[in-house]
């Protein structure tokens, strides 16, 4: 798979159409599955299709909420998450698939109404992570999230299949 900076390369119009797609691969990928299946890691330490959509439906939360702030703040500060602790607390095994999934393509449809209407100017706005990923422009959001979304395809997908 493509590292995130080699998505940055690509065309914005190809990465928004990355994100565009996500929706409906996410739903085509777990059609049919069974609660089990959704809820079944390949290995103790990988995770469930299920936790899988429940990390997109937050982290897209998470994208969304920092983009805004860029927007309405000048280099603002961003602390960092941790998905794993995410995942437990937020107890991502009990939560059901299609609701998850619904929730998360409600979520997307607000980001893309989000990010259509941007001026060319707005993609370079930045804010700034605390961690080691530092300053990030919108445009390199964009970046991240088609790369982060076709990774977790790829796990989901796995996840599905058995395989860690």
């Not at 691969?25 to 609660?35: F, H, P, Q, S």
């Not at 860029?70 to 280099?75: F, G």
């Not at 998850?100 to 700034?128: K, Y």
């Amino acid at each position: 798979m493509a590292s995130v900076e080699e998505y940055a390369q690509r065309p914005r119009a190809e990465r928004l159409a990355r994100i565009v797609r996500t929706p409906a691969e996410l739903e085509d990928a777990v059609r049919g599955a069974t609660a089990v299946a959704l809820g079944r890691r390949p290995t103790p330490t990988s995770w469930a299709a299920t936790e899988v959509i429940c990390h997109l439906r937050d982290n897209e939360e998470w994208f969304l909420e920092r983009m805004r702030l860029v927007m309405a703040m000048d280099l603002p500060v961003f602390v960092a998450t941790n998905p794993d602790r995410w995942a437990e607390e937020r107890q991502y095994l009990t939560n059901e698939a299609a609701l998850a999934l619904a929730a998360f393509t409600r979520r997307r449809g607000e980001t893309l109404a989000f990010l259509r209407p941007l001026a060319p100017d707005d993609w370079s706005r930045a804010g700034r992570h605390v961690d080691s990923r530092g300053r990030r422009t919108i445009d390199e959001f964009l970046s991240v999230m088609a790369w982060h979304d076709d990774n977790h395809l790829d796990q989901l997908r796995r996840a599905l299949a058995g395989r860690p």
